[in-house]
Every structure is written in C-alpha cells, then in structure tokens.
C-alpha cells in the first residue's frame, strides 16, 4: 500500500480536463494551471494550440497521442523529474476518459509523482445528467467496437445489466450502432446526445427503434448515447413473446398491432418478434 498527499512539496503532473464546446466552461483554476506549466502534453497540438490562441497563452507542447503515448509520457516523466511543470489535456473533456492520458498518469506514479485532476466537462455526465433515465447507478462504456460482430459480442456481455448504460459514438457510425443496441438489447428507452454545450445541443429520446430510423443526416458532432438497464426480472424467452402474442390475438388484436405492442411491452426487438411469427 502507498499513500501520496497531491500537494505536499513534491513535483507534480496535472491532468486538465477542458471544454467539450463551450469555451466558457474552462475554469479559472484550470487557466491558472496551465499558465503556470512549462510544457503541456496533449492529443492533438493543433487544437491545444486554438484552445490556448483563445486566452492569449503560449506555451511549450508536446503531442502525445494514441500512437506515441509510451514515448511521449516518457519525456514528460523526465521533465517532470528535473522540476518542470507538467500539465496534459486531451481535445475535449477529461483526458484517459476514451482519450490517452492513461499511460502517461500510470508512469508518473510509478516514478513517485503525484497526479492531480482539475475538474471540468465530462461529455458522458453531462449526457446522463439531461437524460431522464436513472441516474442512480450507471456504467460507462465508451466506443463500441467498429466490428459488427465484435460490438455484438461485447453488448451480450451487458444486456443483462441493470444500471443505464452510456457508450460515446461517432457521426459515420451512430446508425449502425443503434440498430445493433436495439437487436441485443431490445426495445429500450435511451437518449442520443450531441453537440453538448454547443448552441446546436440537442437531446433525443425515444426507442431505441425510434432512434434507429433517424436520418443519420441530422445527426452531426460526437454523441453520447444513454440506454436503460435490463429491468425485466429475467431474460425475455421466445415462449414469453408467443404467449403475448397469442393473448393478443385472442382478444382480436392484429398481427402488426400485436408486434408492437409486445416490443414495448417485453422491451424486445420487433425483428425478433416478427421472425418468430414466421416460424
């Protein structure tokens, strides 16, 4: 076991979150902090370089991104090791968070340097928070996986979940990846997030069908994607949904009524519903 005071004279590397749009969310401790470093570390120099343009700042950086994290995090150990003030932003938001930064905070404290975290935006809290959805336990997953296959595998491992589930997607992906939440998980309600803290912010709620209809078109900007938990006390099985099925019909219910109303119902993906209707 080791315990380490942030601020007890030694050396140390800040990890700063910044603005996910909004420039004005940039604290002042944050402002003061890299004003007073003498190298950041970021992602991407170009949009450091704009951030610190905006407040008038010149600074000394150094990229340290996905590709070069363990080299970079290594020159800035050693900086930091000399004495120099270190500070590391990713693009937008918290660095380590679906950004580098991880590697870089791993070997600071490996090498006896303390790592503090200024506060900031959070692109995922701020999503959940405006949801609507429950916000009493939840899991962040980040990026599913590119792969269809390999994204439906990991989802499996979450169906069952109880607490909101938050995942980050992007433009070119957000359709895809919603018709693959609504096959494993089914019906449930969620929220797209996009363009937060931006004038265009917009929130989404419905389905998880509904959404999947959308026109991908109008969906710009990274997104955030909020979805309920499992609340069914077990799995829907395939003689769940029959049974529903039959009821309905018993009660003179048409099969295209029947469908929709057990999805909502069951939380099921209507093409499940309807594959079984054919056998």
């Known amino acids: 076991m080791k315990r380490s005071k942030s601020f007890d004279g030694n050396n140390v590397l800040y990890l700063v979150a910044t603005p996910i749009g909004n420039l004005g969310e940039f604290s002042e401790r944050a402002l003061n902090i890299i004003k ?27 990229s340290l991104r996905e590709h070069n994290e363990s080299m970079s995090s290594d020159y800035l150990i050693e900086r930091l090791l000399k004495g120099d003030k270190v500070a590391y932003v990713s693009d937008a938001g918290y660095p380590c968070i679906s950004d580098p930064g991880n590697i870089l905070a791993k070997k600071a404290i490996e090498a006896g340097i303390s790592v503090s975290t200024i ?36 989802l499996e491992t979450l169906k069952n979940r109880k607490e909101t589930l938050i995942f980050y997607e992007s433009p070119h992906r957000i359709q895809r990846t919603i018709k693959i939440f609504a096959k494993v998980f089914g019906n449930r309600n969620a929220v797209i997030g996009r363009e937060l803290t931006k004038i265009n912010e917009e929130f989404i709620r419905g389905t998880l069908e509904e959404l999947s209809i959308i026109n991908p078109e109008t969906l710009k900007g990274e997104m955030v994607v909020i979805i309920e938990g499992n609340t069914n006390e077990v799995e829907v099985t395939d ?12 009660l003179g219910v048409d099969k295209k009524a029947s ?19 054919m056998k």
Not at 42 to 56: A, H, I, M, P, V
Not at 127 to 142: D, K, M, R
Not at 261 to 270: A, D, G, R
Request: net charge negative.
């Open 36 to 62: 007073e470093v003498d190298v950041i570390g970021c992602e991407d120099t170009r949009n450091t370089q704009k951030l610190l343009s905006f407040y008038g700042i010149k600074k000394e950086l150094c």
């Open 119 to 154: 506060c900031g935006s959070s692109a995922f809290l701020n999503a959940l928070v405006s949801s609507g959805l429950p916000t009493s336990q939840f899991s962040f997953y980040g990026f599913i996986s590119p792969k269809d296959n390999e994204a439906t595998i990991e």
């Open 239 to 250: 003689e769940d949904i029959k049974k529903r099925l039959n009821e309905l019909k018993a």
């Open 259 to 277: 469908i929709e109303i057990t999805s909502q119902e069951l939380k099921v993906n209507k093409n499940r519903i309807k594959d079984l209707t």
